[in-house]
């Protein structure tokens, strides 16, 4: 399906990891830097149900579609709002003039 600029109606943060150990506890912790807004489209792709240990978790699954930039990972986190999204896949997409990216996301319910 054809993306349209008038799809990206949500601003999400781009958060990028920076792990760095502390001097006190030797633990090593993490903070996030972030990007500028920009606009994408949400798609929820319907969910997953895996196994963890002895219990069924549910994961909703997402396509989080930006204008193409660099500087994206894995580790990156998307924050919407109150809601973080964890990175599973990125897929590139050329149409016309026009250059997306697609984030291939699950909805994270614990952020730490």
């Known amino acids: 399906m054809k ?59 997402h396509i989080i579609t930006i204008r193409y930039r660099t500087g994206i990972t894995r580790d990156t986190r998307i924050k919407c709002g109150d809601r973080y999204f964890r990175i599973h896949k990125m897929s590139t997409e050329e149409e016309g003039k026009e250059h997306w990216l697609k984030l291939h996301c699950e909805e994270m319910d614990d952020i730490s």
């Open 3 to 61: 993306t349209k600029i008038a799809q990206l109606r949500s601003r999400i943060v781009l958060q990028t990891p920076t792990r760095t150990q502390n001097e006190t506890t030797f633990a090593y912790e993490t903070s996030w830097s972030t990007t500028p807004e920009v606009w994408a489209n949400i798609k929820s792709t319907g969910g997953l149900t895996f196994q963890r240990g002895d219990n069924l978790e549910p994961v909703e699954t």
